[in-house]
């Protein structure tokens, strides 16, 4: 067997001042279900969580890749200790006494040199324990077995075999809640939207070691921040930040990017004392294969994620990208939105007709010489008319004439410009459009 202790910062003053909190247990809580990404052996001990990883060292890249990884991340969300020992027992008796390495000696002599406070069974007789000579769990392992049974009951010495493996330990596994939502209580008053951040990053970690362990994404999450009691009246009593993501991911280095940029433009109302982190849209992720053959991680953040992060600093107006429309129109058939918007396919096809590669922000009107158009010399017809006639249903941004068109399109020839996009509009009355009294047009530049 091998276990993992974890021992939780202490309870937060005023544990019950968010409505739905639990205190010290919300926070244990919280924390199991983080731990439940390494393994399904996951038990709440006491004021600790407990972890059998056995099983899990080669998914993790061995023993000490997964010890690592674990103990780095359980420091970043507020654990105080970490200790790894063969029993459970006994690695939260080396997390209580400030020791990690259970493995370093034989069991027995990490055990018989630690304090008897760290066993809730045998601290709470420590008093009586001290005047006998007894200082450390070996001097009382060296104790007549009846003499201590007698005088402080079996509790103490089941705890005794339990922590070196002399008898078995029964645990209830921690169950993966369908619903992430954790709550942190600050350990100051913030002023400052940026200093949120801290608080949010740790609730990242816990949320991305949820959707772990649901071999989930999520696509969507949203922070709330309740303001202190003491505010102005106009103040409400709390706020939320919803943060959206373009592509499925529960990638925690992103999410703390984009929340960091989104704080950065936050201006509080009032001193926060409390933060809450909830996912919002979860899916299933499915999961990057990985190759048989040795290949270089991919380190920098994907095209993305950097649109995404971008978005969040200089503003979604500001990051854009071109969009296919459904549209007769040359003008109409691209549409520019913002990057982060869910894409969506066009309901149609553009026309089978040529399609420049400028298009003119707007057409401009050619001089006319003998019935030709000229622009940098006469125009030789190469193909068309090519005939666009549509869009009567839409409406002009006034939304009093209609924004219908009736146009016939020509490539033409310029001796000094090339190939050009030339339109001539149609009259009302008119089904060929060669009425000499239509204007030209230039549209666009084959490039």
Known sequence: MYWIALLPEPCPRNASAW????????????????????TPRVALVEEAVAMEVRASQRLFGGEQALRSHVHGQALELGCTAVAWAPTCTAALALARAGQDDGFAQPLQAVLDALPLHVLTDMAAHEPTLARLGCRTLGDVRRLPRGGVSRRFGPAPLQALDRAYGLKPEAFEWLALPEVFEARLE?????????????????????????????????????????YEFHRAKDSPDEERLEIRTAELTRATDHFARLLTEQLNQTTLAAAVEEIRLRADE??????TSASLLQE???????????????????????????????????????????????????????????????????????AVRGERPVYQGPLQVVSGPHRVDGAWWDRAANGERSAMVRRDYYVMLSDHAGLLWVYRERGEREDDGRSAASPWFLHGIFG
């Open 186 to 226: 600050l350990p100051g008053k913030v002023e400052h939207a940026a200093g949120l951040v801290f608080g949010g990053q740790r609730l990242l970690a816990q949320m991305a070691g949820w959707l772990a362990a649901r071999h989930a994404g999520v696509r969507s999450f949203t922070l709330t921040w309740r």
């Open 296 to 366: 270089k991680a991919r380190q920098a953040e994907s095209l993305m994620q950097l649109v995404e992060r971008l978005s969040a600093r200089l503003g979604p107006e500001r990051v854009l990208r071109p969009v296919l429309r459904a549209d007769h129109r040359p003008e109409s058939l691209q549409a520019w939105l913002p990057a982060t918007d869910a894409a969506s396919r066009p309901r149609g096809c553009a026309p089978d007709i040529p399609h420049p590669t400028w298009l003119l922000k707007a057409p401009l009107r050619l």
């Open 19 to 38: 409505p739905g909190a639990e205190g010290a247990a919300g926070q244990q809580h919280a924390i199991g279900c983080w731990a439940l990404q390494f």
């Open 282 to 287: 979860v899916a299933p992720l499915e999961e």
